[in-house]
């Protein structure tokens, strides 16, 4: 075992004797002979192993270092061109915003009552409406599901005709046109799940893509087939048809989502990522808000949907005008397509290349025969500190749009009775209040603390919101029921939502910020994977609002409990991230594992910080391997090659 740890660990200096004392042949050393035929006596000698070729030249730092040289070099937003293109990512948010909320238009489930209970189709008092709330959250998934509940029994179901009575500005939907009602109703919870697994399912795949193939061509293939199966949804004949094209429609809806994210942070300079994100988060949002008037023009769900898709079409013309990300072509080593973009960059905003003064255009030149160097997520399993910084964030994403959903509930009440107001539009529209202030909120704190700082605000706030509601509300319902208490139902209803504002609110800054952090951290070379998976996450946290709508709200109590508990985990995790605020993105592998976590309060003048900085490291990677070396010469063979007594 020494012998054989001796040929591994000795690989760079004097080769060591055998046990035998005879010097082994062909060995990548310095010291070895060089390589030949061997002699002609030499009976029963090894073969030698063919010669190591030299490992390639590392690519100039110069041309990995994006933020610090190619960047400035460009102009960074200063540029013309580089501002039509962030313009360019943000106008399809608001398209984006229509679609990720036409679930709580299109499978709105409306009030309904038999036309056979009189001869005049009147309203039956034994047959309740059903109110179906709604809620928004302004994030880039679709608004999560509130309870519904049920209405009417087995006996009243047997109704053949049904008419319905619509609140979300439509005359027909797809729970009307199909009667998705009683014992039908599963199939509305179906339907919901069908985008939201379209999602989850998108982002996991077209993120890989994405690092692979480049995000240009995922943007424009997605745009393709959402035309497809998008416009094909409004002629589904059946609930089926439609929630099967509804999954490819979510799908596509992911790559697009995705690789305009990825575009936009990997435009900016290190100032200006965060309210570049921001920008095209409100104008998401500003689709929300206006996704009822939308609905109440159109009238009919099928030229509701034809209208949301269109507009799609505009965006094949991004194929002429958006170019590859220049960050990621860099990164990957495909200089010659960096070339030839970098030229098309400074003829859109006049520059002239001799302002090029550290060099980055002749540099590129010297390296362009570099063969190009792609990198697959799952090389981020093999990293030290990389792999769980985005595990950290991935469960924060799920844990805060898991949570949303109890929060949601707690607030509309499982039987409505702690609901602001039955009326559609007022729920809608205090679901998209909440979400806007989260955004806005966002904006100072995260600019004050920091990436990390701002996150664990926000989750702090989440934990205190969920146990609170779960602790403190139950202490309140024993003491109002003692008669000398002076409390009543109603002061805990006004606690409970009051707990459930704040959840709101502060869960879906978590889920929000835990998105660009993980975009942030994530190396160019896998940043589409990273992304895929902190979305596909958070799409997961999100599909846990029909799941528990499915099973009539069994267990939302546990629910409840579970992501309280990883709140406290989150909170917990959140320390060991690093902070990315004004750093530069990393741009490979390797950065992306320097990014160390720094102390949340700066140190005093003169005190010791505890944790070291990237200056600070030193590298102790060959200690054990020189330990390993020692240990098998002491224990086998002397120097001279003669075995140790």
Same mark, same amino acid.
């Given at each position: 075992?020494?012998?054989?740890?001796?040929?591994?660990?000795?690989?760079?200096?004097?080769?060591?004797?055998?046990?035998?004392?005879?010097?082994?042949?062909?060995?990548?050393?310095?010291?070895?002979?060089?390589?030949?035929?061997?002699?002609?006596?030499?009976?029963?000698?090894?073969?030698? =192993?063919?010669?190591?070729?030299?490992?390639?030249?590392?690519? @100039?730092?110069?041309?990995?270092?994006?933020?610090?040289?190619?960047?400035?070099?460009?102009?960074?937003? &200063?540029?013309?061109?580089?501002?039509? *293109?962030?313009?360019?990512?943000?106008?399809?948010?608001?398209?984006?915003?229509?679609?990720?909320?036409?679930?709580?238009?299109?499978?709105?489930?409306?009030?309904?009552?038999?036309?056979?209970?009189?001869?005049?189709?009147?309203?039956?008092?034994?047959?309740?409406?059903?109110?179906?709330?709604?809620?928004?959250?302004?994030?880039?998934?679709?608004?999560?599901?509130?309870?519904?509940?049920?209405?009417?029994?087995?006996?009243? /179901?047997?109704?053949?005709?049904?008419?319905?009575?619509?609140?979300?500005?439509?005359?027909?939907? +797809?729970?009307?046109?199909?009667?998705?009602?009683?014992?039908?109703?599963?199939?509305?919870?179906?339907?919901?799940?069908?985008?939201?697994?379209?999602?989850?399912?998108?982002?996991?795949?077209?993120? /890989?893509?994405?690092?692979?193939?480049?995000?240009?061509?995922?943007?424009?293939?997605?745009?393709?087939?959402?035309?497809?199966?998008?416009?094909?949804?409004?002629?589904?004949?059946?609930?089926?048809?439609?929630?099967?094209?509804?999954?490819?429609?979510?799908?596509?809806?992911?790559?697009?989502?995705?690789?305009?994210?990825?575009?936009?942070?990997?435009? /900016?300079?290190?100032?200006?990522?965060?309210?570049?994100?921001? +920008?095209?988060?409100?104008?998401?949002?500003?689709?929300?808000?206006?996704?009822?008037?939308?609905?109440?023009?159109?009238?009919?769900?099928?030229?509701?949907?034809?209208?949301?898709?269109?507009?799609?079409?505009?965006?094949?013309?991004?194929?002429?005008?958006?170019?590859?990300?220049?960050?990621?072509?860099? =990164?990957?080593?495909?200089?010659?397509?960096?070339?030839?973009?970098?030229?098309?960059?400074?003829?859109?905003?006049?520059?002239?290349?001799?302002?090029?003064? $550290?060099?980055?255009?002749?540099?590129?030149?010297?390296?362009?025969?570099?063969?190009?160097?792609?990198? /697959?997520?799952?090389?981020?399993?093999?990293?030290?500190?990389?792999?769980?910084?985005?595990?950290?964030?991935?469960?924060?994403?799920?844990?805060?749009?898991?949570?949303?959903?109890?929060?949601? $509930?707690?607030?509309?009440?499982?039987?409505?009775?702690?609901?602001?107001?039955?009326?559609?539009?007022?729920?809608?529209?205090?679901?998209?209040?909440?979400?806007?202030? &989260?955004?806005?909120?966002?904006?100072?704190?995260?600019?004050?603390?920091?990436?990390?700082?701002?996150?664990?605000?926000?989750?702090?706030?989440?934990? *205190?919101?969920?146990?609170?509601?779960?602790?403190? *509300?139950?202490?309140?319902?024993?003491?109002?029921?003692?008669?000398?208490?002076?409390?009543?139902?109603?002061? $805990?209803?006004?606690?409970?939502?009051?707990?459930?504002?704040?959840?709101?609110?502060?869960?879906?800054?978590?889920?929000?910020?835990?998105?660009?952090?993980?975009?942030?951290?994530?190396?160019?070379?896998?940043? #589409? #994977?990273?992304?895929?998976?902190?979305?596909?996450?958070?799409?997961?946290?999100?599909?846990?609002?029909?799941?528990?709508?499915?099973?009539?709200?069994?267990?939302?109590?546990?629910?409840?409990?579970?992501?309280?508990?990883?709140?406290?985990?989150?909170?917990?995790?959140?320390?060991?991230?690093?902070?990315?605020?004004?750093?530069?993105?990393?741009?490979?592998?390797?950065?992306?594992?320097?990014?160390?976590?720094?102390?949340?309060?700066?140190?005093?003048?003169?005190?010791?910080?505890?944790?070291?900085?990237?200056?600070?490291? $030193?590298?102790? @990677?060959?200690?054990?391997?020189?330990? =390993?070396?020692?240990?098998?010469? &002491?224990?086998?063979?002397?120097?001279?090659?003669?075995? &140790?007594?």
């Amino acid at each position: 075992m020494a012998i054989d740890r001796r040929r591994e660990a000795g690989g760079g200096g004097r080769p060591l004797p055998e046990e035998n004392g005879s010097v082994p042949g062909a060995v990548g050393g310095g010291a070895a002979a060089p390589p030949g035929p061997p002699p002609a006596n030499a009976a029963g000698a090894e073969i030698q =192993a063919l010669p190591v070729p030299p490992p390639a030249a590392a690519c @100039s730092p110069l041309l990995l270092d994006y933020d610090g040289s190619v960047l400035p070099f460009l102009g960074g937003l &200063s540029g013309r061109y580089q501002r039509t *293109l962030v313009l360019l990512t943000w106008v399809p948010a608001l398209v984006i915003g229509f679609s990720k909320f036409s679930d709580s238009f299109l499978l709105d489930q409306p009030d309904f009552w038999c036309r056979e209970a009189d001869g005049q189709g009147n309203w039956s008092g034994t047959l309740a409406p059903i109110h179906a709330n709604h809620s928004g959250n302004g994030s880039i998934f679709p608004p999560p599901g509130l309870p519904t509940p049920a209405g009417g029994n087995a006996s009243e /179901c047997g109704c053949r005709e049904w008419h319905y009575r619509i609140r979300a500005g439509l005359v027909q939907n +797809v729970v009307s046109k199909w009667d998705l009602v009683c014992d039908s109703a599963w199939k509305v919870h179906i339907a919901k799940f069908s985008l939201l697994v379209g999602l989850i399912f998108g982002h996991l795949i077209t993120g /890989c893509i994405a690092d692979w193939v480049g995000r240009r061509p995922v943007l424009l293939f997605s745009v393709i087939f959402i035309l497809i199966f998008g416009l094909t949804v409004a002629l589904s004949v059946n609930v089926t048809m439609f929630s099967t094209l509804r999954f490819f429609e979510g799908f596509c809806l992911a790559g697009i989502v995705l690789s305009l994210y990825a575009l936009r942070i990997e435009l /900016c300079p290190p100032g200006h990522r965060f309210m570049i994100t921001m +920008v095209a988060s409100f104008i998401e949002m500003a689709g929300q808000f206006l996704m009822p008037g939308l609905a109440a023009l159109c009238r009919d769900w099928q030229v509701l949907q034809a209208v949301i898709i269109c507009p799609f079409l505009l965006m094949l013309f991004y194929w002429v005008i958006f170019p590859e990300s220049l960050r990621w072509l860099m =990164a990957t080593q495909q200089f010659e397509a960096s070339k030839e973009l970098i030229l098309q960059f400074t003829h859109k905003n006049r520059m002239n290349t001799e302002s090029d003064i $550290k060099g980055v255009v002749p540099e590129l030149e010297k390296e362009i025969t570099r063969r190009p160097k792609k990198v /697959c997520i799952v090389k981020v399993v093999g990293t030290r500190n990389l792999w769980k910084n985005i595990v950290v964030l991935c469960v924060n994403s799920l844990t805060g749009y898991g949570i949303h959903h109890c929060f949601a $509930k707690s607030m509309m009440g499982h039987e409505a009775k702690m609901a602001i107001t039955h009326n559609f539009y007022a729920d809608y529209y205090t679901m998209a209040g909440i979400a806007l202030a &989260s955004c806005l909120a966002m904006c100072p704190v995260v600019g004050f603390l920091g990436r990390r700082g701002g996150l664990l605000l926000f989750m702090i706030l989440t934990a *205190l919101a969920s146990l609170l509601q779960l602790g403190l *509300l139950n202490l309140i319902g024993k003491y109002s029921q003692l008669p000398d208490s002076g409390m009543s139902d109603s002061v $805990k209803d006004k606690f409970s939502v009051a707990f459930s504002i704040v959840g709101m609110f502060s869960s879906h800054a978590v889920g929000s910020l835990s998105v660009f952090f993980c975009a942030e951290i994530t190396p160019t070379v896998i940043r #589409g #994977g990273g992304l895929g998976l902190v979305l596909a996450s958070a799409g997961f946290g999100r599909l846990t609002a029909p799941i528990m709508e499915l099973h009539n709200q069994k267990g939302y109590f546990l629910h409840h409990v579970i992501f309280a508990c990883c709140t406290l985990i989150c909170i917990i995790c959140i320390l060991l991230l690093p902070e990315s605020k004004n750093q530069n993105l990393p741009e490979n592998i390797p950065d992306g594992e320097h990014y160390t976590r720094q102390p949340l309060l700066p140190h005093k003048k003169g005190e010791q910080p505890l944790l070291l900085t990237n200056s600070e490291l $030193k590298d102790y @990677s060959g200690l054990h391997d020189s330990a =390993a070396v020692s240990d098998g010469i &002491s224990e086998n063979t002397t120097a001279n090659g003669m075995k &140790s007594m």
